[in-house]
């Protein structure tokens, strides 16, 4: 059991920010409030700090990308792997969990990579800890634009433009709905039954709206998303996203679960990616459609969320609303806010302390990372 004391507790919920004591025991947060108990507790005096949930990265492939160009997370076999699954691609024991942590991420939303137009399912995975996988499946992997465009041109096969990708996409969610159909038609006679198929059962939570579409796109590919979205009646999620601000009012449309931004670099590339628009950030937020910032590790920098989250509050965001960008906003998305991204009784202790708070001064240090009530990470005096 442990009792954070007197720190300035960010929670991200209804409480707002408050000073107070954090009680966690059993991996849970327990308790909040004004000097609570300590008896047979280790407590950290969080006096003069910064305390806040976890982070969370709601786009990463840390733990299926080794070094030397290795990778477990691209099956670039088939514009279509719907029944890949990144939960058998990662590797537990990867470093990259260790810099995670050391940038205040506790989870990170583990996705296929994107060689792929369907490319398989996704899951939500702690950093450290004994049950590290948080939920299964979050999301199914798909993919616009120059990643599925650069596999398979190659190859001299569909989809080569992205026509040829719309329709591969258009024509993978019709099989998976006629394949629903005839299972409900067969009313579990097993000789009427179609042939099981596990790419198409992946499928079914998506056309059910269990679990969105993850979709790697940019730009004026968002809108092909949103079309084909609304013609299949589904949720996605637009990841990457640069140049959302082009389409503030398409974007609020129902079907869009959530726009995860970045991540953001020294350099753009031609067409999808040549623009960079981190004011689209709070001008989504105004707008009330739910926007997140993402690491796409272990591609990205170490600092990265740090890095967007700034740059969010430089072009006008509120640093608390930034905050929830990784936090709150993030689980939200990927569907994961009934365990982490508030401080919240009854949810996983997954917390952070800092000297400053991170969205609002560059010079903030992290110095404490719990997970499931677990001291990780401590940062040496």
């Known amino acids: 059991m ?9 929670t991200m919920d209804q409480q707002g920010v408050i000073q107070a004591d954090l009680r966690i025991e059993n991996g ?4 909040i409030g004004k000097n609570l108990p300590i ?47 990144a939960y058998h691609g990662i590797d537990p024991n990867s470093t990259d ?14 996705a296929p990579g994107s ?3 369907v490319g398989g399912w996704v899951f939500a995975y702690k950093s450290a800890g004994k049950d590290r996988v948080v939920k299964h499946p979050v999301a199914l992997k798909g993919a616009m634009g120059i990643n599925p465009k650069g596999v398979y041109s190659k190859k001299n096969q569909t989809p080569m433009t992205r026509m040829g990708i719309a329709h591969v996409m ?50 004026h590919d968002m809108m092909t998303v949103l079309e084909i979205a609304k013609e299949f009646d589904i949720y996605v999620t637009l990841d990457h996203a640069n140049g ?18 970045g ?66 906003t993030s689980a939200k998305i990927i569907g994961v806010e009934d365990r982490v991204g508030s401080l919240t009784v009854g949810k996983d202790a997954d917390v952070l302390i800092w000297t400053k708070l991170p969205t609002e001064y560059t010079d903030a240090i992290l110095e404490t990372v719990l997970i499931d009530g677990e001291v990780v990470f401590q940062k040496e005096a």
């Open 170 to 219: 258009r024509g993978y969610l019709r099989k998976v709905k006629e394949y629903m159909d005839k299972k409900e038609a067969a009313a579990g006679d097993p000789e009427k039954m179609p042939a099981y198929d596990l790419g198409l059962e992946h499928g079914i939570p998506v056309l059910k709206k269990e679990i969105p579409m993850k979709i790697h796109s940019y730009m």
């Open 28 to 31: 849970k947060i327990t308790g």
């Open 39 to 85: 008896e047979g507790a280790h407590v950290i005096d969080a006096a003069g700090k910064i305390v806040t949930p976890g982070f969370v990265d709601p786009h990463s492939h840390i733990g299926g990308f080794g070094g030397n160009g290795e990778q477990d997370l691209n099956e670039s076999t088939n514009p279509l792997t719907p029944e890949m699954d």
């Open 263 to 328: 991540p953001t670099s020294n350099s753009l590339f031609g067409g999808e990616g040549g623009k960079l628009d981190y004011w689209c950030l709070k001008g989504l937020e105004e707008r009330g459609v739910p926007a997140a910032v993402m690491t796409d590790g272990p591609v990205s920098v170490q600092n990265m969320l740090i890095f967007e989250m700034g740059e969010a509050v430089r072009w006008g965001m509120d640093p608390v609303k930034a905050l929830g960008m990784v936090t709150c």
């Open 2 to 10: 442990y009792v954070i004391k007197n720190g300035l507790l960010y």
């Open 97 to 110: 969990f260790d810099y995670a942590i050391r940038q205040g991420i506790t989870t990170s939303c583990l």
């Open 244 to 261: 959302s601000s082009d389409f503030y009012e398409e974007l609020q449309d129902p079907h869009v679960k959530g726009v995860i931004f």
């Open 115 to 117: 060689a792929n137009v």
